[in-house]
C-alpha cells in the first residue's frame, strides 16, 4: 500500500496562464513545488468531479516532459484520481489529447508542451488543462486555477509511487485504501484510428502514390522534430504509403535539434528552400505540439493561414466527415483575414469572430453552430476535435487536390477568381523589452480612442485611408455570455483595410509585438503581399510609433 503524503508549500508569483496554458522557461517549472503548485491547483480547480475521475495526460516530448508527467501521476493518485491515460513515454500531440478526452469521455486532460517555443533546459515548457470537451480551459477556469496558486498552502502526493511510462499496458496501484490506475497507451493509435473515420485514405492513397491518369504526388513534410513525427510516419508512410523520404525530422527530440519548432516562413526556412528546389507538389509542416501547421505548393507557393481556412471551407464536402455531419458554420480570430467571411455569406453560413486563442471556438463548436475555424497564426481545425489540428489540416488540403486535380496554387488562384482576396501579412517583433511595449499600448489605444480619430485619414504611396472604426476588441461569447475584453487594438478603415496590433499571450519571456495588416482586392488577385500591403504597413509603423518604442527596425519574423 502506498502512502498519501502532504507537503507544506508557498505560492509563487506570475502562474497565470496565458493564451494557451501556463508557459515559462525550464528553470522557472525546475523551482521547487513550482509545478507541484500549478499541478495541485489545477485539481483544485476542478475539485467537485476529482475524485474517482479519469485524466488524460501527455506532452510533445520536450525537455522536461518525462519528469513533469511522473509528478502529474503522483499529484493525481494523492488526490483520488482513479485512472490516467497517459501516453507511451508521455508523447501525446495537443490534438490526440483532445480526441483521447472526446473518445473516453474523461473529465480531462494535462498537456505538456509550450507549443512552438524552443525546447531544452534553457528553453520554455509548458502545463495546459483541457476540459472534459477535450478543448483548452475556458477563461473563468484559468481564472480559477490561478487564484488558487496564489493562496496555495499544500499539495498532496504519493512520492513512492513508481509507474513506468515506457510500457504500454496498464498498471494498478493501490493508495491508501484506494484503487489508482495508470494505462500507458499508443500515443498514435486512437487519433489514426479517428483520422480514418474523418478522411477518405484510400482515394488520398491513390493521390499521393499516381495512378493512370496522374503521377505520383511528391510530398515533403516537416514535423521539425516534435511530437508529429509517429502520428506522421504512422499515416502517412504506413497507412497512405508515402515514400519514406517525403517526412523530415521525424524523431521528438527534447531541443527539438536547436530549432524553433514554428512552422512559419522564418523558422520553416529549410522546408521551404527544398520545396522550392526540389521536383515537389505539397510541403507541409508542423509546431512542436502538433496543432499548428503551414502548407506550401510547387516552387513554394505560400499558402497563408487565413485563406487556408477559406479554401477548406469552400471544399469542406471533400471531407466525409463533412458531408456525412453537415457543414454549420465558419469563426476565425479577429486578426485573421476575412477571406472565410466572403465563403459563410456566399453559402448562407454563421461567422462568428472571436478573440485569439483557440478556447474561444469551443462553445459554438459544443453547441452545435460551428464546423471549421482557424486563426492566422498557423492553426487549422474543425469540430472533429477542440484543438486546432496541424495532421488534419494536412490530410483536409490533400482532400481537396485529390478530389479537384489542381495544384496547390491552382486552387488558391481559382479561389481568388471567384471570391477576391484579402492580402494578409503579420509582422512579430520577438522578445522586446516589456515595459515600453506596454506603454506603445496604452498610447495607441488612447489615440485612437480619442474622440476626433475616427473619420481621420492618413496617406502613404499613393494610397489614402479615412478610419471608419478603432477600437479594443472585446467579445461577448453567444452562448454564454461571457465576456473577453482587450483583445487587441484595431484599426478598420472605409475601405475594409485592417490595421490590428497585439501582444503575445504565448512568450515565456519579454514581450512579442504582433502586427496584422489586411486589405480586400476584388480583381488585383496576384500581387505579392508585401508590395501590396506596403503602404498600410507604413501606416500602421506610423500610428503606432512602433520602430520608437521597441528600438526595432525590422521583424523577427514576417508571415
Ligand atoms: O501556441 P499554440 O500553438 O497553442 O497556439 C496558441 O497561440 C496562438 C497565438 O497566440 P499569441 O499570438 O498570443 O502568441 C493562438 O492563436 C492559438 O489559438 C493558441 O492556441
Ligand atoms: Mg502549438
Given at each position: 500500500m502506498l502512502n498519501v503524503v502532504t507537503v507544506n508549500t508557498n505560492p509563487y508569483e506570475g502562474q497565470k496562464p496565458g493564451t494557451s496554458g501556463l508557459r515559462k522557461k525550464v528553470k522557472v517549472f525546475l523551482q521547487e513545488n513550482y509545478t507541484e503548485n500549478f499541478i495541485q491547483s489545477i485539481l483544485d480547480a476542478n475539485k467537485d468531479s476529482i475524485a474517482g475521475s479519469t485524466l488524460v495526460v501527455g506532452g510533445?516530448?520536450?525537455?522536461?516532459v518525462k519528469e513533469v508527467v511522473d509528478k502529474i501521476i503522483k499529484i493525481c493518485a494523492a488526490n483520488g484520481v482513479a485512472k490516467l491515460l497517459v501516453g507511451q513515454n508521455g508523447i501525446l500531440s495537443t490534438p490526440a489529447v483532445s480526441c483521447i478526452i472526446r473518445k473516453y469521455k474523461t473529465l480531462g486532460g494535462i498537456v505538456l508542451t509550450a507549443s512552438h517555443n524552443p525546447g531544452g533546459i534553457n528553453n520554455d515548457f509548458g502545463i495546459k488543462f483541457n476540459c472534459s470537451n477535450g478543448g483548452p480551459a475556458p477563461d473563468n477556469t484559468t481564472n480559477e486555477i490561478y487564484s488558487l496558486t496564489t493562496r496555495i498552502k499544500q499539495y498532496k502526493i504519493v512520492p513512492d509511487l513508481v509507474c513506468a511510462v515506457n510500457e504500454i499496458g496498464t498498471q494498478t496501484f493501490t493508495v491508501e485504501d484506494r484503487q489508482f490506475v495508470v494505462e500507458v497507451i499508443d500515443p498514435v493509435k486512437d487519433y489514426v484510428d479517428y483520422m480514418k473515420e474523418i478522411f477518405d485514405f484510400p482515394k488520398i492513397k491513390t493521390l499521393i502514390q499516381g495512378s493512370e491518369q496522374r503521377a505520383p504526388f511528391k510530398m515533403l513534410i516537416d514535423c521539425m522534430s516534435g511530437v508529429t513525427g509517429p502520428y506522421v510516419k504512422r499515416i502517412f508512410i504506413s497507412e497512405l504509403g508515402a515514400p519514406e523520404d517525403n517526412v523530415i525530422r521525424a524523431t521528438p527530440l527534447e531541443d527539438f535539434g536547436g530549432a524553433h519548432p514554428d512552422p512559419n516562413l522564418t523558422y520553416a526556412a529549410d522546408l521551404v528552400t527544398a520545396v522550392k528546389n526540389g521536383d515537389y507538389d505539397f510541403g507541409a509542416a508542423f509546431d512542436g505540439d502538433g496543432d499548428r501547421n503551414m502548407i506550401i505548393g510547387r516552387d513554394a507557393f505560400f499558402v497563408s493561414p487565413s485563406d487556408s481556412l477559406a479554401v477548406l471551407a469552400e471544399n469542406a464536402l471533400c471531407v466525409p466527415y463533412f458531408s456525412k455531419h453537415g457543414v454549420r458554420g465558419f469563426a476565425r480570430s479577429m486578426p485573421t483575414a476575412a477571406a472565410v467571411d466572403r465563403v459563410a455569406a456566399k453559402h448562407g453560413k454563421e461567422m462568428f469572430e472571436v478573440p485569439t486563442?483557440?478556447?474561444?471556438f469551443g462553445n459554438l463548436m459544443d453547441a452545435g453552430r460551428l464546423s471549421l475555424c482557424g486563426e492566422e497564426s498557423f492553426g487549422t481545425g474543425s469540430d472533429h476535435v477542440r484543438e486546432k489540428d496541424g495532421v488534419w489540416a494536412a490530410l483536409a488540403w490533400l482532400s481537396v487536390l485529390a478530389a479537384s486535380g489542381r495544384s496547390v496554387q491552382g486552387t488558391l488562384e481559382a479561389h481568388w477568381a471567384q471570391y477576391g482576396r484579402n492580402y494578409f501579412t503579420r509582422y512579430d517583433y520577438e522578445e522586446c523589452a516589456s515595459d515600453p511595449c506596454n506603454e506603445m499600448m496604452q498610447a495607441l489605444e488612447k489615440k485612437i480612442t480619442a474622440p476626433g480619430f475616427v473619420g481621420s485619414s492618413y496617406s502613404s504611396g499613393n494610397k489614402t485611408y479615412v478610419v471608419k472604426l478603432a477600437d479594443n476588441f472585446s467579445y461577448m461569447d453567444p452562448i454564454d455570455k461571457s465576456v473577453a475584453m482587450k483583445q487587441g487594438l484595431r484599426i478598420i478603415f472605409e475601405d475594409g483595410s485592417r490595421i490590428v496590433l497585439r501582444l503575445s499571450g504565448?512568450?515565456?519571456?519579454g514581450a512579442t509585438v504582433r502586427l496584422y495588416i489586411d486589405s480586400y482586392e476584388a480583381t488585383d488577385v496576384r500581387g505579392d503581399a508585401q508590395e501590396m500591403l506596403r503602404p498600410l504597413i507604413e501606416v500602421a509603423l506610423d500610428i503606432s510609433q512602433l520602430r520608437q518604442y521597441t528600438r526595432r527596425d525590422a521583424p523577427t519574423v514576417i508571415t
Open positions: 510533445d516530448g520536450r525537455y522536461l486563442g483557440w478556447k474561444y504565448t512568450g515565456s519571456s
